[in-house]
């Protein structure tokens, strides 16, 4: 609790939902390679699905023992507003419940406040937690949910879902600002079925086709550059037709390759609130690792759904190859809000494909504590070989954080281990210039640092600058022998250069 500012009696009536978002948070920025306090105080916002909380419930039962907290631990407002409270994030921060598609609408909501100036980037997440039966009652009264406990989606024996929960946090940036990309947000929209005769749980198909069409329109993407739709798929014998059959409308119309579709609820349940959010990590670690993760529970088509059986639509049910198309996501709540996101996977090679430097490489890290600094730096040691990694450890370590005081350092590639770790102080020491005088001249001083282009450029200067003395330094530094630096004049021309350019 004390590393995100949190009172210890706000701490014990928090919403556990809200202490998973804390952490979730902050890994996620982290992972695009960005130290969180580098962002305070930035026009970033903060977009959270979440439905309901069970804890702020139980926390109220007794008004003898109210002491306030739970209304900031527990209110869904806070859930948002704690994380930029935190973070010092200055944007937008809301909380969206439109139950199932909560968390794909406050990815929409984000983009769409990024792409409109809002802001610049934007902290999304979904959240759902199951602590106390009464609410899984109430679905399974309305014939929602699943009697064995499995979700099949798109087959013939599917009966409804099974719940489940979910913690997910992403950060969408603008282009310019990513610094690890796993994909790109195309076009992203939502819209609300309305009325409905069968009732308003009845899910309209017409309407979430109206969604994606327009969507695809808007992006100047034709159906066939789409290779895979990750659907809501929800295993029920009403919402997979009415849901398969509009994509089928959309994006079978003309000949293709079969569309392949996937439901990640067949893998992991219903998580409801996050269930937007936890299919985009499905589909992400799906492109990242080349391979379209297979549903289960497949085995019968549902025969509501034509397409299953004609050739026009593939359900993933065993592991496929990712070719690059463009993706789809759904999300659809149980009232009729209806959410479509568009990815457009990242197609770059990794840099870690790029050569390798045969110089040595300084990498630092920061933690809560000295082991958790060794841990990085001897796993940076087995990333070695993978430059990305080791740029965004730095970029994240490099800034000072009062709540990560112990600092350490490695040097990638060296002979022998050259590592330390201290506790240091948070704020930024002086820093400091010495120059060498002479006596430290060695005949291979500078070589190998020449095959930095940084170095190597400086040096490059600096022989422009001396050209009309006769001397060239980075001829001196590459072709010195024993007896080159004897020359007073070569020696501390070559130093200055040297530390010039270091």
């Not at 948070?25 to 960005?34: F, K, L, N, R």
């Not at 993933?316 to 568009?342: K, L």
Request: hydrophobic letters at 35%.
């Amino acid at each position: 609790a004390a590393f995100f500012g949190v009172h210890p009696k706000q701490a014990h009536t928090m919403d556990p939902q809200l202490r998973l978002m804390l952490e979730i948070s902050y890994e996620a920025i982290v992972d695009g390679g960005i130290n969180p306090v580098s962002m305070r105080g930035s026009k970033t916002g903060v977009y959270i699905g979440v439905s309901g909380s069970e804890a702020g419930e139980a926390f109220s039962k007794d008004p003898e023992e109210l002491l306030g907290y739970s209304m900031t631990g527990c209110q869904r407002a806070m859930f948002a507003n704690r994380l930029s409270y935190y973070f010092d994030f200055n944007g937008p921060s809301t909380a969206i419940d439109t139950a199932c598609s909560s968390s794909l609408l406050a990815l929409e909501n984000a983009f769409n406040a990024i792409r409109h100036g809002q802001c610049d980037a934007a902290l999304v997440c979904g959240v759902n937690l199951l602590l106390k039966p009464n609410t899984s009652v109430q679905f399974m009264k309305l014939g929602m949910l699943s009697p064995e406990g499995t979700c099949k989606s798109f087959d013939a024996s599917g009966n409804g879902y099974c719940r489940s929960e979910a913690a997910v946090a992403v950060l969408i940036t603008k282009k310019s600002m990513a610094k690890r990309i796993y994909a790109t947000v195309l076009n992203a929209g939502n819209n609300t079925d309305g009325y409905k005769e069968q009732g308003v749980t009845f899910p309209s198909g017409e309407m979430q086709q109206r969604l994606v069409r327009s969507l695809y329109q808007d992006a100047n993407i034709s159906p066939e550059q789409v290779e895979y739709i990750e659907a809501h798929g929800t295993g029920t014998k009403v919402g997979d037709p009415q849901e398969v059959n509009g994509i089928v409308s959309v994006f079978c119309q003309s000949q293709r390759d079969p569309l392949l579709i996937g439901s990640t609820k067949s893998n992991m349940g219903h998580p409801e609130p996050a269930s937007g959010l936890a299919a985009l990590a499905k589909v992400v670690l799906s492109l990242e690792h080349g391979i379209w993760a297979p549903n289960i529970h497949f085995h019968d088509p549902n025969p509501d759904i034509p397409a299953l059986t004609d050739g026009r639509l593939r359900v993933v049910s065993e592991p496929i190859p990712v070719r690059g198309g463009i993706v789809g996501i759904n999300s659809f709540g149980f009232g009729g809000s209806n959410v479509h996101v568009i990815l457009r996977p990242h197609g770059s090679k990794s840099l870690a494909q790029a050569a390798q430097p045969s110089v040595p490489r300084l990498l630092q890290a920061s933690g809560r504590t000295e082991e958790a600094v060794t841990s990085l730096l001897n796993n940076a040691q087995q990333h070695k070989d993978n430059p990305s990694y080791l740029s965004l450890l730095n970029d994240v370590s490099g800034v000072p954080t009062a709540s990560m005081p112990y600092r350490g350092y490695a040097l990638i590639g060296a002979q022998g281990e050259l590592t330390e770790v201290q506790q240091a102080q948070p704020t930024p020491r002086p820093l400091w210039y010495i120059c060498s005088g002479m006596g430290t001249q060695w005949a291979g001083m500078g070589r190998s640092l020449m095959q930095l282009p940084e170095f190597r450029e400086s040096i490059q200067r600096s022989d422009v600058a001396l050209k009309d003395t006769g001397l060239c330094v980075s001829r001196l530094l590459m072709d010195a022998d024993e007896s080159t630096f004897e020359d007073t004049v070569h020696a501390f021309v070559g130093l200055a250069a040297i530390q010039v350019a270091q």
